[in-house]
């Protein structure tokens, strides 16, 4: 709907740990979502954690596996957020200050394959 193209989204997007899967949809897939969501949300918007979370909570809303035999489901759903939250302020696409959370910078999405593979090999 934002004319990008799948292929080259920004590293951000790509989830690259070993996990037993919480959603029903590849979460690079949510990841990327959640990067276009923020794509429509005016730079320095602002958030309380809270808020934040929520927001993050309802763009995965729908998309969480449920497992009956797993204790505090919830925590680990928070948990992912909270680790894709820190990958976001690690990419400095959202800052915090105080107790805020707020939309610091667009994400970059790469302009071709070269260009991404080029970016790729010195990812750590």
């Known amino acids: 709907m934002q004319q990008h193209d799948l292929r080259l989204i920004p ?5 690259q740990k070993d996990d037993w899967p919480l959603m029903s949809v590849k979460r690079t897939f949510f990841q990327t979502e959640l990067l276009l969501k923020l794509e429509q949300f005016e730079l320095k918007t602002l958030w309380t954690k809270t808020d934040w979370l929520l927001l993050l909570g309802s763009i995965a809303k729908g998309n969480w596996l449920s497992f009956e035999c797993v204790r505090q489901i919830k925590r680990y759903q928070q948990r992912y957020l909270i680790e894709f939250t820190n990958e976001l ?10 107790e ?3 939309l610091n910078q667009y994400p970059v999405w790469f302009q071709s ?3 991404k593979n080029e970016q790729i ?3 750590p």
């Open 100 to 102: 805020l959370i707020y």
């Open 89 to 98: 302020i690690a990419a400095a696409i959202i800052r915090t200050q105080d």
């Open 113 to 115: 394959e070269f260009e």
């Open 11 to 15: 590293i951000v997007a790509h989830y």
């Open 121 to 123: 090999k010195n990812v």
